[in-house]
């Protein structure tokens, strides 16, 4: 039986590009990651929330629409605002 290879240590970087670099390469284990701890990164919201009033007939009949499409309301209310705007953009182009 072969005893097990030694684990190289991992390396410091003077820049973020360079860690960057380091691991979109590397075969990551192959180094000694045990002095890593884990760490919690928040990310920047990529949507903005929003609130507005419409008829509950709307609300319901876009609720009613989404369900039958099998995704959340508020996802079809997106993607109906996005297609409206898409082609409002065809006809001034």
Known sequence: M??????KPFPVFATDQEAEDFVDHADLTE????????????????TATISMRVPQDLLDAVKSRAGR?????????????????????????
């Open 69 to 93: 499409e099998g995704i959340p309301y508020q996802s079809f209310i997106r993607r109906t605002l996005e297609n409206a705007l898409a082609r409002e953009g065809k006809k001034t182009a």
């Open 2 to 7: 072969t005893a097990p290879k030694a684990l």
């Open 31 to 46: 180094y000694d990651l045990s002095s890593f701890e884990p760490v919690r990164f928040e990310f920047k919201a990529k």
